[in-house]
């Protein structure tokens, strides 16, 4: 069965500064790979995902990732962060259908003024 | 946002009583799904449903029923309520199981069993 991991439990950046959270991921063929973003209080929202094609994926609010076959990754930027972007990320990885979908564990992003 | 209402958004209950939480949905999709959220987890599926009472176990489905009677309605029932049990509840919906189409999802069930 896939698998994810998210190696960084608790990351905290300076607003303005880049941002990278670390995805990776563990299954045999290609995988269908999601970042979501979670809002104290709130639930998932879909930033972005990968099914094919180009690896290098844009998503909402100025996010994007990289599909890296080779490394079996999934990383998560960002250029410039802002304070609003304070949340908690979850990388997911599918196999056919919704019902297969595996969830990181989460990264908790603090942003400093 | 996507049109998903779960009830209650917070609740305290004693071992061994029975629970149940509704989604409901206004949007008419086929697909709804039922995950609790724990800390050094992430989100696991608990049940789901392609269809009025059409439904299929998910990742820690035990000690979890659910029924759907209704496109728009999805209840989890915990049977009898065990520690164990004390968890964020997301309902999720989509318009099909196919990886193109986006899972949505509710504010959450704050449970907690004392």
């Known amino acids: 069965a896939q698998s994810v991991t998210q190696p960084d439990i608790h990351i905290t950046v300076s607003e303005g500064a880049s941002l990278e959270l670390r995805c990776n991921y563990s299954?045999?063929?290609?995988?269908?790979l999601f970042w979501y973003v979670q809002s104290p209080g709130q639930g998932l929202q879909l930033l972005l995902k990968y099914f094919s094609g180009d690896t290098l994926v844009q998503g909402i609010k100025g996010f994007e990732a990289e599909f890296k076959r080779s490394q079996s990754s999934f990383n998560l930027r960002k250029p410039s962060v802002h304070w609003s972007d304070a949340a908690e990320y979850f990388c997911a990885v599918g196999a056919s259908n919704n019902n297969d979908m595996r969830f990181g564990a989460g990264t908790r992003l603090t942003v400093k003024p | 946002d996507a049109g998903i209402t779960q009830s209650p958004r917070h609740k305290v209950t004693e071992t061994g009583t029975p629970v149940t939480l509704r989604c409901h949905q206004t949007e008419n999709h086929r697909y709804m799904y039922w995950y609790r959220q724990d800390p050094g987890h992430g989100l696991r599926l608990i049940h789901y449903?392609?269809?009025?009472?059409?439904?299929d176990k998910g990742e820690v489905s035990d000690g979890y029923s659910v029924s759907r009677s209704k496109t728009e309605d999805f209840l989890l029932t915990l049977e009898s309520a065990t520690s164990s049990q004390t968890s964020v509840y997301f309902c999720a919906i989509s318009e099909s199981g196919a990886y193109g189409n986006t899972i949505y999802f509710g504010e959450g069930s704050w449970l907690t069993v004392v």
């Open positions: 299954y045999g063929a290609t995988p269908y």
């Open positions: 449903s392609y269809g009025v009472k059409d439904t």
